[in-house]
């Protein structure tokens, strides 16, 4: 556990109060543009050929900020991290200057990269959509579902304690097979999986335009399927040992708002409501050097003409800040948002 000390408390609450950057205790990096997936929610692949990742001179650039603002975590998101052929690396240096590092990955080649993995990176976050048949489709690589479940079986064989989490968006392909998602994780010896709405909204995950109603409605649950939604949710919500053993790491009330989420598409309820503090507590730093408030917010700047702490700190940025944080309520991006990250001046970094 990377527990805050009063300085960094004292950092993290002048951050909060004065916009300007003084504690960064997060930080997601997208070490390599293309993925090894064609998910049918996201458009990163369809980018594949235009190739763009990280260097060990572009993380080492970033160390001198990271330590002035106490970074304690990296999340390795993309694309898929692996691909990156310099990937632990990358994770090397973070690693040296006592930083963890956490993975999110398709899992496709976690078996065969258990070693580094197990050296290198503190956690894996693994995405599943479904029973085998469904996870293949919705992935639309065959095979894929057998190999994330070989890999997570090969590191827990030889590590039973390492952590390996899931994460779930549930849409209009796999809501239904949503029981089948936890009890394949637990076969699988996940140790905790999580659940989110599907974006279908923004520009993020590669979109370069946000999506139009005929796309949208391919992953968006339909309004005549929102009470087969609230079914599904009321029996897993009946499962109370998935929320008191942690096993799903939302509270019933937060896997209840996935139903309002949808339901607010059709103006039967406003889109619930998101208390996020990520602006303030972190920053996405993607594979062209590109930096982000955050994975749905418009880019301030890159790595690659300016230090993150420049950029971080800049008028723009500063600027930004400052109005989002009196109109997060009604701004576009934040009421649609499917995540956030709400992280107080006091919270551990696990």
């Known amino acids: 556990m990377n527990l805050p000390t009063l300085y960094d408390v004292f950092k993290r609450y002048r951050t909060q109060q004065t916009h300007t950057i003084s504690a960064l205790p997060v930080v997601v990096l997208m070490p390599h543009s293309a993925c090894n997936c064609r998910c049918v929610m996201c458009d990163i692949w369809k980018d ?3 190739l763009k990742q990280l260097t060990e001179q572009d993380i080492e ?14 999340a390795m998101s993309g694309g898929e991290a692996l691909l990156n052929a310099n990937f632990f690396k990358l994770c090397e240096i973070l690693k040296y200057a006592g930083i963890s590092v956490v993975l999110l990955t398709t899992g496709l080649t976690v078996k065969r990269n258990t070693e580094n993995l197990l050296r290198w990176v503190d956690e894996v976050i ?13 992935r639309n690589v065959p095979g894929v579902f ?24 549930i849409h209009r392909l796999n809501f239904r097979n949503w029981e089948s998602i936890i009890i394949e994780a637990k076969k699988m010896g996940i140790d905790q999986i999580s659940f989110l709405p599907a974006d279908v909204s923004s520009h993020a995950f590669n979109r370069q335009m946000a999506w139009e109603e005929p796309k949208q409605y391919e992953i968006l649950i339909s309004e005549d399927e929102l009470p087969e939604l609230m ?9 109370h040992d998935n929320f008191t053993s942690g096993f799903i790491a939302e509270s019933p009330e937060k896997i209840r708002q ?49 230090s993150l702490a420049n950029i971080l ?16 309520s009604t701004n576009a991006t934040c009421v649609k948002c499917v995540c956030s990250l709400n992280l107080s001046p006091w919270k551990k970094i696990v």
Not at 126 to 138: K, M, Q, Y
Not at 161 to 169: H, L, Q, S
């Open 146 to 169: 057998k190999k994330l479940k070989e890999g997570v079986e090969h590191i827990k064989k030889i590590n039973p304690n390492y952590r390996i989490t899931a994460r779930t968006v």
């Open 258 to 306: 996935i139903y309002y989420y949808y339901a607010a598409f059709y103006n039967l309820n406003p889109f619930p409501f998101k208390k996020c503090n990520a602006p303030w507590v972190s920053t996405v730093i993607e594979a062209d050097g590109s930096v982000r408030p955050c994975f749905f917010h418009d880019v301030i700047g890159n790595i690659k003409d300016a």
């Open 61 to 74: 650039g970033l160390m001198s900020s990271l330590k002035a603002f106490g970074t304690r975590q990296v």
């Open 48 to 50: 594949n050929k235009n």
């Open 231 to 239: 079914e599904t949710i009321t029996r897993i919500i009946g499962n």
């Open 126 to 138: 693994v995405s599943l959509d479904g029973d085998e048949p469904l996870h293949d489709a919705i």
């Open 313 to 328: 700190n800049s008028n723009k940025a500063i600027s930004f800040r400052k109005l989002l944080s009196k109109n997060m």
